[in-house]
């Protein structure tokens, strides 16, 4: 896809397309953006279960047309009250996959249910529809998920009950096969029936949690009843005139920010989009930010973050004054999970949602909770057990989160929503894509298409490798590589990129969508 879908009314982006024809589908039953964007959410936890599923987190952010406000909600969980570092003697470090890898509580469903209650005009039941029909009836296997079940055959496919749903017959299911998950169908019409309280204190909180004891883990009945997401003011960042939203800590939100405050301060119109000093600017800006991230983000009730000078445009350009285009900047950073699944939705009446999910790494911890289908996050596998550092793990508490939706306004109106799919690679990439459409005047698709780099660790190596993709010319590659940059070749349209999607209204008030070729998503506008 070379260009922009554009509508006239409403527009849809997620990486799957059976979850925007979700979206779709509610929005012409009459339903609003809020609406949608709940059944495009649970729809991407039936079809795209690798990346996000019901016991997973979410990030919100939200234009109410009518208040005329940006607003946020946390839909991340919090550690169980019994889960402290003694719990892991032993270890240097919590499991990534396995039962004692789920050490906090799935919070999506918490935020389906809040923001129904606020904005919503449709049941619970009804957005859930779309995604019960999909669990029950099943849906052609996608590409994504057969090259994910493939890559995580081995865990899959020795452990019990997700083998059975995701390696029948300890087989992967073909590429464009029937999937059908009846236990999931089942557990999310308990959903419908009996609204989010049935998760977090009823039927499937006892099911989930009796399974999850069961199998010797660390949360109890307990820890699920006192959840609670939290509606949250936004951040709010300047960039050339326009206003830009991220969700505050304990998403690395804060980086777009960063990242994007200390890009202001250079001429871009003197840079061609794509050069070695397009590159090398961007990467030296995410890795300043990145320096406070690691050193500060953490659930900021148990540690003070400051904020207000992170964001401010003094200490951007101070920033500044470390960068060259001679010579890299020399930090180290640590591997984080990059499976995701981000969409957006804007409606008639210009409500806008822009939102991300995710159960960590691909498939999670690997765990399905007993009969409920549903797989079990491992987020909280990336809280430290060294007791002197900022995101250690305590009881309560919300970890170091990856997941960050954008926004971007104009005159206090929605202009761009976007995000990715990408762990590390979520700032770097929201940050090509707002330069490409805020200072070169690529439309979303065109932005989304342009050659990408992802700069950071990943499992299993000492470096911190600038990955980018062979469509970028070897002499700029050339060029970055005698700056100092660890560069590292990866395919044309490389995954590892992540699945980036967006939408722009227009002066005229159409929506232009695109979303990721890498992905199985589709923009869906009218």
């Given at each position: 896809?070379?260009?922009?879908i554009?509508?006239t ?19 012409l039953?009459?339903g609003?953006a809020y ?13 795209y ?7 997973g987190?979410?990030?919100w ?14 839909g ?6 019994t ?22 509580v ?6 389906w249910?809040?923001?129904l ?6 049941s ?13 009836e ?17 865990l ?11 390696t029948?017959?300890?087989?992967v299911p073909?590429q464009g ?6 236990q ?7 959903l419908?029936?009996?609204g ?12 989930i949690?009796?399974?999850?004891q ?9 820890d699920?009843m006192?959840?609670k ?28 920010i960063m990242?994007?405050?200390i ?5 871009m ?5 794509g050069?070695f ?11 300043l930010?990145?320096?406070?991230r690691n050193r ?7 540690s003070?973050?400051?904020l207000?000078?992170l964001l401010?445009k ?6 500044t004054?470390?960068m060259s285009m ?12 990059h499976d995701t699944?981000y969409a957006a ?6 409500n806008?949602v822009?939102f ?30 060294d007791?002197?550092?900022?995101n250690?793990l305590?009881?309560n ?8 939706p954008?926004m971007?306004?104009?005159?206090g109106?929605?202009?761009?929503l976007?995000?990715?799919?990408g762990g ?15 200072d ?24 911190q490798?600038?990955k980018?993709?062979e469509?970028?010319p070897?002499?700029?590659v ?19 990129m992540?699945?980036a ?6 002066e ?6 695109g979303v ?10 009218w």
């Amino acid at each position: 896809m070379n260009k922009s879908i554009i509508g006239t009314k409403a527009m849809v982006v997620s990486p799957h397309y059976l979850a925007s024809a979700a979206g779709q589908h509610i929005l012409l039953q009459g339903g609003n953006a809020y609406d949608a964007a709940i059944a495009v959410s649970a729809c991407l936890a039936v079809v795209y279960p690798h990346m996000t599923g019901v016991g997973g987190d979410s990030f919100w952010l939200m234009y109410n047309k009518q208040d005329h406000e940006v607003k946020g909600y946390n839909g991340s969980g919090r550690s169980g009250s019994t889960v402290t570092i003694d719990r892991f003697l032993g270890e240097d470090k919590i499991p990534t996959r396995g039962i004692k890898s789920i050490v906090t509580v799935p919070g999506m469903v918490d935020s389906w249910g809040a923001i129904l209650n606020q904005y919503g005009t449709m049941s619970l039941a009804q957005v859930l529809e779309p995604a019960i029909r999909y669990a029950s009836e099943g849906f052609p296997l996608s590409h994504n998920q057969y090259i994910n079940t493939v890559n995580q055959f081995e865990l899959i496919n020795n452990t019990p009950i997700t083998s059975e749903i995701y390696t029948p017959n300890g087989q992967v299911p073909q590429q464009g096969s029937r999937f059908i998950q009846k236990q999931l169908a089942a557990s999310l019409k308990k959903l419908a029936e009996q609204g989010r309280d049935s998760f977090y204190k009823g039927e499937l909180a006892e099911e989930i949690v009796s399974f999850i004891q069961e199998q010797g883990g660390l949360l109890n009945l307990q820890d699920f009843m006192k959840h609670k997401g939290e509606w949250v003011t936004p951040l709010k960042g300047m960039y050339r005139g326009y206003e830009t939203y991220q969700v505050p800590p304990n998403s690395q939100g804060f980086v777009g920010i960063m990242a994007l405050n200390i890009l202001e301060n250079f001429d871009m119109n003197n840079m061609k989009e794509g050069s070695f000093e397009y590159y090398h600017l961007l990467v030296e800006a995410l890795k300043l930010s990145f320096r406070d991230r690691n050193r500060y983000l953490t659930d900021p009730e148990f540690s003070s973050i400051p904020l207000e000078r992170l964001l401010s445009k003094q200490y951007a350009l101070e920033l500044t004054k470390e960068m060259s285009m001679s010579h890299t900047v020399s930090m180290d950073t640590q591997p984080v999970g990059h499976d995701t699944a981000y969409a957006a939705v804007v409606d008639e009446a210009g409500n806008a949602v822009s939102f991300i999910q995710s159960l960590y790494f691909e498939f999670g911890s690997g765990v399905v909770a007993g009969n409920t289908g549903i797989l079990l996050q491992n987020r909280g596998s990336f809280f430290s057990l060294d007791p002197t550092h900022v995101n250690k793990l305590e009881p309560n508490k919300r970890t170091f989160h990856t997941l960050m939706p954008a926004m971007i306004c104009k005159d206090g109106a929605p202009y761009l929503l976007y995000g990715t799919q990408g762990g590390e690679g979520q700032p770097q990439t929201q940050t090509m894509l707002a330069t490409r459409i805020l200072d070169y005047a690529m439309d979303p698709q065109a932005a989304i298409n342009a050659a990408r780099f992802v700069w950071g660790r990943t499992w299993g190596e000492e470096t911190q490798e600038l990955k980018v993709e062979e469509r970028i010319p070897d002499d700029i590659v050339a060029s970055l590589s005698e700056v100092g940059h660890c560069v590292k070749k990866v395919d044309a349209y490389d995954s590892l990129m992540g699945h980036a999607n967006a939408i722009l209204i227009d002066e005229a008030g159409f929506k232009h969508g695109g979303v990721d070729v890498r992905s199985d998503g589709a923009a869906m506008g009218w």
